[in-house]
């Protein structure tokens, strides 16, 4: 649902709790710009209005988005309803379906993974070993000898725990090593050329016995690390290098297969999980869901663009998407190096941004929006997410610029008309066969609104996408209940040091110290705004000092002589527009 936006300023130039301030942003709606309209016609005449409606909106230079949907079909109109309810139904039963394969297949790369971790190490230990007698041959033996006992030890261990476990009661090292405590100590220490059971008794000082039991073992150990092992190892590994990226390759496969199904569910939205779409049906004393053949679905569409006025005190950047730095586009410190980090890491890879008709664009009123849109959706908005909503409507002014459009031409301007259409579109199919379709908008609403509101719009839309996404995920154990990746939550599960623990609060007073500052510059404007005030009361008039931003100040004077009538314009070109297609009496659409 989407969020409430910060309205104003207000007519009389008050500065009032809620309300934006001159300067600050303007948001007015007009209460002559809202409109409730109620059309009925033929089946199919309504929905070939809307859609037709969504289709002029771009000739005349509007960008629309659908930002909030929902339908409800009762089960006696059952064509309908076996095309959406139903529907639904049956992507809920591939979901499972599909997630109990994804679950299987996890599993299968788990078992795989487990044995390829395994054998990886017993590799590492040939590899080891190699890379120390390659050593050794280039003279640096010390280094070189090092490595090839390292991982020979291992081996031996492996050998003794493994293998020569199995060879019988009395024989093994194990269970001789009562009658010579050493042996296991000295059979570590034998070389490949020890298998003379006379020079292991000298050389090591031990019995010739003992040494016969040592040569022999050692010539089992040589000729099953060699000839073996060593190739049952390598061929093994070669197998689950293969498996694992045959399995790694299914689960993706299944995961991909189950977004469009989680999509396509997610965006089935039945109006009785909505409470304000059950409360609005309550309003139909026709809707008879047990009998009446009947279906409902709503839709709001948001649609703006920018419109150019001349300007009274200042004038809007001459210079269409140049490149700023990114703390002149309103980025604190720590955004500004989210922002740095390279793209593979979600960022940009550097610290300049395009610049849009009024910098800096991420100003409080934005920020207070993002909180807003946050709270709503469930979501964590980044500075990356705010960069995204600023893409979006660069990337609509630069399309403007190229003139690559076939479409009406942006006008370099922060200042946009926006309008706001429910629509509700009702279809009845009645015993005798007749059907019926009704739409109505309450209500049509128009509005003047800033560069700032309008991101507040974009990073909305950004949101929704960013929760859809969340959503999958979650479905998909691939994010926790907050959206937060894998890696995230077991960054959060991590045991932290004294130390780290002390750069958290350094942090956390680091932000203490710019919140002060941040007061202290809300001071120094309340003294200036006190001092208009102060002025006014004396009949001199002093926008310019009760101005809180770089937007228009004056609303009583510009925003609602010149602002307003081209608010009136767009607004009037939709209810034409509906009204004509109905032949309303008295209606012209031109």
């Given at each position: 649902?989407?969020?409430?936006?910060?309205?104003?300023?207000?007519?009389?130039?008050?500065?009032?709790?809620?309300?934006?301030?001159?300067?600050?942003?303007?948001?007015?709606?007009?209460?002559?710009?809202?409109?409730?309209?109620?059309?009925?016609?033929?089946?199919?005449?309504?929905?070939?209005?809307?859609?037709?409606l969504?289709?002029?909106?771009?000739?005349?230079?509007?960008?629309?988005?659908?930002?909030?949907?929902?339908?409800?079909?009762?089960?006696?109109f059952?064509?309908?309803?076996?095309?959406?309810?139903?529907?639904?139904?049956?992507?809920?039963?591939?979901?499972?379906?599909?997630?109990?394969?994804?679950?299987?297949?996890?599993?299968?790369?788990?078992?795989?993974?487990?044995?390829?971790?395994?054998?990886?190490?017993?590799?590492?230990?040939?590899?080891?070993?190699?890379?120390?007698?390659?050593?050794?041959k280039?003279?640096?033996?010390?280094?070189g000898?090092?490595?090839?006992?390292?991982?020979?030890?291992?081996?031996?261990?492996?050998?003794?725990?493994?293998v020569?476990i199995?060879?019988?009661?009395?024989?093994?090292?194990?269970?001789?090593?009562?009658?010579?405590?050493?042996?296991?100590?000295d059979?570590?220490?034998?070389?490949?050329?020890?298998i003379?059971f006379?020079?292991?008794?000298?050389?090591?000082?031990?019995?010739?016995?003992?040494?016969?039991?040592?040569?022999?073992?050692?010539?089992?150990f040589?000729?099953?690390?060699?000839?073996?092992?060593?190739?049952?190892?390598?061929?093994?590994?070669?197998?689950?290098?293969?498996?694992?990226q045959?399995?790694?390759?299914?689960?993706?496969?299944?995961?991909?297969?189950?977004?469009?199904?989680?999509?396509?569910?997610?965006?089935?939205?039945?109006?009785?999980s909505?409470?304000k779409a059950?409360?609005?049906?309550?309003?139909?004393?026709?809707?008879?869901?047990?009998?009446?053949?009947?279906?409902?679905?709503?839709?709001?569409?948001?649609?703006?663009?920018?419109?150019?006025?001349?300007?009274?005190?200042?004038a809007?950047?001459?210079?269409?998407?140049?490149?700023?730095?990114?703390?002149?586009?309103?980025?604190?410190?720590?955004?500004?190096?989210?922002?740095?980090?390279?793209k593979?890491?979600?960022?940009?890879?550097?610290?300049?941004?395009?610049?849009?008709?009024v910098?800096?664009?991420?100003?409080s009123?934005?920020?207070?929006?993002?909180?807003?849109?946050?709270?709503?959706?469930?979501?964590?908005?980044?500075a990356?997410?705010?960069q995204?909503?600023?893409?979006?409507?660069?990337?609509?002014?630069?399309?403007?610029?190229?003139?690559a459009?076939?479409?009406?031409?942006?006008?370099?301007?922060?200042?946009?008309?926006?309008?706001?259409?429910?629509?509700?579109?009702?279809?009845?199919?009645?015993?005798?066969?007749?059907?019926?379709e009704?739409?109505?908008?309450?209500?049509?609403?128009?509005?003047?609104?800033?560069?700032n509101?309008?991101?507040?719009?974009?990073?909305?839309?950004?949101?929704r996408?960013?929760?859809?996404?969340?959503?999958i995920?979650?479905?998909?154990?691939?994010?926790?209940?907050?959206?937060e990746?894998?890696?995230?939550?077991?960054?959060?599960?991590?045991?932290?040091?004294?130390?780290?623990?002390k750069?958290?609060?350094e942090?956390?007073?680091?932000?203490?110290?710019?919140?002060?500052?941040?007061?202290?510059?809300?001071?120094?404007?309340a003294?200036?705004?006190?001092?208009?005030?102060?002025?006014?009361?004396?009949?001199?008039?002093?926008?310019?000092?009760?101005?809180?931003?770089?937007?228009?100040?004056?609303?009583?004077?510009?925003?609602?002589?010149?602002?307003?009538?081209?608010?009136?314009?767009?607004?009037?070109?939709?209810?034409?527009?509906?009204?004509?297609?109905?032949?309303?009496?008295?209606?012209?659409?031109?």
């Amino acid at each position: 649902m989407p969020v409430k936006y910060p309205e104003g300023p207000d007519s009389y130039g008050e500065i009032r709790p809620g309300k934006l301030k001159p300067g600050e942003g303007i948001n007015a709606f007009p209460v002559e710009r809202e409109e409730y309209i109620d059309l009925t016609g033929p089946f199919g005449k309504g929905q070939e209005t809307t859609t037709f409606l969504m289709f002029q909106f771009p000739r005349w230079g509007f960008e629309r988005w659908k930002i909030e949907e929902w339908v409800e079909v009762t089960p006696a109109f059952q064509q309908y309803y076996q095309l959406t309810i139903q529907q639904k139904q049956q992507i809920e039963q591939q979901i499972k379906s599909g997630l109990a394969s994804a679950t299987q297949a996890v599993s299968d790369l788990e078992l795989v993974s487990h044995d390829f971790r395994k054998y990886r190490e017993f590799m590492d230990l040939f590899t080891m070993m190699d890379k120390g007698s390659k050593l050794i041959k280039e003279g640096k033996k010390d280094q070189g000898t090092e490595l090839k006992n390292r991982g020979e030890q291992t081996l031996k261990s492996i050998f003794i725990d493994q293998v020569d476990i199995h060879t019988g009661e009395g024989v093994a090292l194990r269970s001789i090593a009562s009658r010579w405590p050493t042996i296991i100590a000295d059979f570590m220490q034998l070389k490949d050329g020890d298998i003379d059971f006379k020079k292991i008794a000298s050389g090591y000082k031990i019995s010739e016995a003992e040494g016969v039991i040592l040569a022999t073992k050692n010539k089992l150990f040589v000729e099953w690390r060699d000839r073996l092992f060593r190739l049952t190892v390598e061929e093994r590994y070669s197998t689950l290098v293969a498996l694992v990226q045959a399995r790694k390759r299914s689960v993706d496969e299944y995961k991909n297969m189950l977004r469009p199904l989680m999509a396509r569910y997610k965006m089935l939205n039945e109006g009785l999980s909505d409470k304000k779409a059950m409360h609005l049906m309550r309003k139909f004393p026709f809707w008879r869901p047990e009998s009446q053949a009947m279906s409902s679905d709503f839709v709001k569409v948001w649609a703006w663009k920018p419109v150019a006025f001349a300007e009274k005190y200042k004038a809007t950047r001459q210079n269409p998407l140049d490149e700023i730095h990114l703390a002149l586009a309103g980025f604190a410190e720590e955004e500004i190096e989210l922002l740095k980090k390279t793209k593979e890491e979600g960022g940009l890879g550097k610290d300049t941004v395009k610049a849009l008709p009024v910098e800096p664009s991420i100003d409080s009123v934005f920020r207070t929006i993002a909180k807003e849109v946050e709270s709503e959706y469930k979501v964590k908005l980044t500075a990356i997410d705010w960069q995204a909503a600023r893409q979006m409507m660069i990337d609509r002014f630069e399309t403007s610029a190229k003139a690559a459009s076939s479409f009406e031409t942006w006008v370099w301007s922060p200042y946009f008309v926006f309008l706001e259409i429910p629509i509700m579109r009702t279809v009845l199919r009645f015993p005798s066969g007749t059907e019926m379709e009704n739409i109505f908008c309450d209500d049509i609403r128009a509005a003047a609104q800033t560069q700032n509101i309008i991101l507040g719009h974009y990073l909305e839309l950004v949101a929704r996408d960013k929760q859809l996404d969340n959503y999958i995920s979650q479905m998909l154990g691939e994010a926790g209940a907050k959206g937060e990746t894998i890696d995230q939550l077991i960054k959060e599960l991590e045991w932290k040091t004294e130390e780290e623990k002390k750069e958290t609060t350094e942090k956390n007073k680091t932000a203490e110290i710019q919140k002060k500052i941040g007061q202290a510059k809300g001071q120094a404007k309340a003294v200036r705004v006190g001092v208009g005030k102060t002025l006014e009361a004396f009949g001199i008039k002093s926008a310019f000092l009760r101005g809180e931003g770089p937007y228009e100040l004056a609303f009583r004077d510009r925003v609602s002589k010149y602002f307003m009538p081209e608010v009136a314009e767009a607004y009037n070109a939709v209810i034409n527009y509906l009204k004509a297609a109905y032949q309303v009496p008295g209606s012209r659409f031109l």
